[in-house]
């Protein structure tokens, strides 16, 4: 079987019905299919709906949607069931109710940024904020090692940290991000990684690059989220850089800008398939060479922000889906690099940073709307080379 879309045609639907997925089966003119997204409204198009009356999706007409149940016995499409809560979808092929699995998501409510240096000493300060409420951060607890350089991600409910430096480390924690309290040891990276960056799909996390005291690594390593052990390898990036930024979109991963000492400066962005191993492939150029910049996401959009190196400020963004280069977004509220951030799919908050001293600034953009960031509240600390992730 392989999945295939139902979009909904105004010209034989109702009401505000937007899309569907179908399992296609056989010969692919069959499918079992079901409403993600849309309401129904009754009308001239639904002159038989009533309350709790059946809704089919059209077994005739791709992605029409009908009260009339099939009239052919063998017909595979399903009636349209109902939704029981905000992340569970059932949906009724008579007799039985079968339930649509969650998909893993890599987001949430709450913020969590971890590590960081203050100039003079690492820090082992875990931080985390409510995304979709303005405020200052409040204390999570500590990671197991101080270090700052670090990368995160998450499977939304489960946060991971891994490498960085106070002696360069390739110490991955692990915390329950729904829980205050300290982190606990997940495991290791392949090689001792500073600088790196990470990103995950809600299930994989993938930590790329990164430097080991000596060399820049191209190398990408994998772990599976929900089960603790040291990372597997996944493939290689393009280019061995460090100091870069990341973000996904649940499918593809991306690896943005960064630091190659033969060039200094990088404007490349690569991207994965995060579910499928392999190497880094080509997807376009930052608007502007930089490194110590930080990235976030939602389904479609990938922002990168801050620069150590040309206008500090800048904010860019990607169509994660659509290979291409970057486009300018708008700016931070104020000049820094080596920030944090993390988004709950809908906000993106850029934390910390340092402009000539350490800074406890966060900034927030909503991430579909270009514009500059506004002040969001600030760190328990000020400090720079901190990662986030965020979940539930």
């Not at 009533?50 to 099939?70: C, K, L, Q, W």
């Not at 109710?97 to 998501?105: E, S």
Request: proline share 2%; hydrophobic share 35%; with cysteine.
């Amino acid at each position: 079987s392989k999945w295939g879309l139902a979009k909904a045609d105004s010209t034989t639907t109702s009401g505000d019905v937007k899309i569907g997925i179908c399992v296609l089966a056989g010969n692919d003119t069959q499918a079992t299919k079901m409403l993600l997204y849309g309401k129904i409204r009754a009308d001239a198009k639904f002159p038989t709906l009533t309350v709790s009356g059946p809704v089919h999706i059209s077994a005739d007409t791709a992605g029409a949607i009908t009260t009339t149940a099939p009239d052919t016995t063998d017909s595979i499409t399903r009636r349209i069931g109902f939704g029981n809560t905000a992340d569970e979808l059932f949906f009724h092929p008579s007799p039985n109710y079968y339930t649509h699995a969650t998909v893993p998501t890599w987001y949430g409510e709450r913020g969590v940024y971890n590590g960081g240096y203050n100039g003079t000493s690492y820090l082992n300060i875990i931080d985390y904020i409510t995304i979709a409420s303005t405020g200052n951060a409040t204390d999570f607890g500590d990671l197991t090692v101080k270090r700052g350089y670090n990368a995160s991600c998450s499977n939304s409910s489960r946060g991971i940290c891994g490498g960085g430096s106070y002696a360069d480390v390739n110490t991955i924690d692990y915390i329950t991000i729904a829980t205050t309290g300290n982190a606990t040891d997940f495991g290791d990276l392949n090689s001792v990684s500073r600088f790196g960056a990470a990103c995950s799909n809600g299930t994989r996390g993938v930590f790329a690059d990164g430097y080991d005291g000596t060399n820049n690594l191209n190398i990408i390593d994998y772990v599976t989220i929900a089960t603790t052990g040291n990372a597997v390898d996944f493939g290689d990036v393009t280019l061995g850089r460090n100091a870069l930024a990341s973000c996904s979109n649940g499918t593809r991963g991306i690896f943005a800008g960064g630091w190659y000492s033969a060039v200094g400066s990088m404007n490349t962005i690569d991207y994965i398939t995060i579910a499928t191993i392999g190497n880094a492939i080509d997807f376009g150029d930052l608007t502007v060479a930089r490194n110590n910049l930080c990235g976030c996401s939602s389904l479609i959009r990938g922002v990168f922000a801050s620069s150590s190196t040309a206008t500090p400020n800048i904010i860019d963004y990607i169509t994660i889906a659509t290979t291409g280069d970057a486009t300018d977004f708008g700016d931070l509220s104020t000049e820094r690099s080596a920030t944090g951030a993390t988004s709950n799919n809908t906000r993106g908050v850029i934390a910390g940073g340092t402009p000539n001293t350490p800074d406890n600034t966060m900034d927030y953009i909503t991430i579909a709307t270009t514009g500059n960031a506004v002040d969001f509240g600030d760190l328990t600390a000020a400090r720079f080379y901190i990662s986030g992730c965020s979940g539930n």
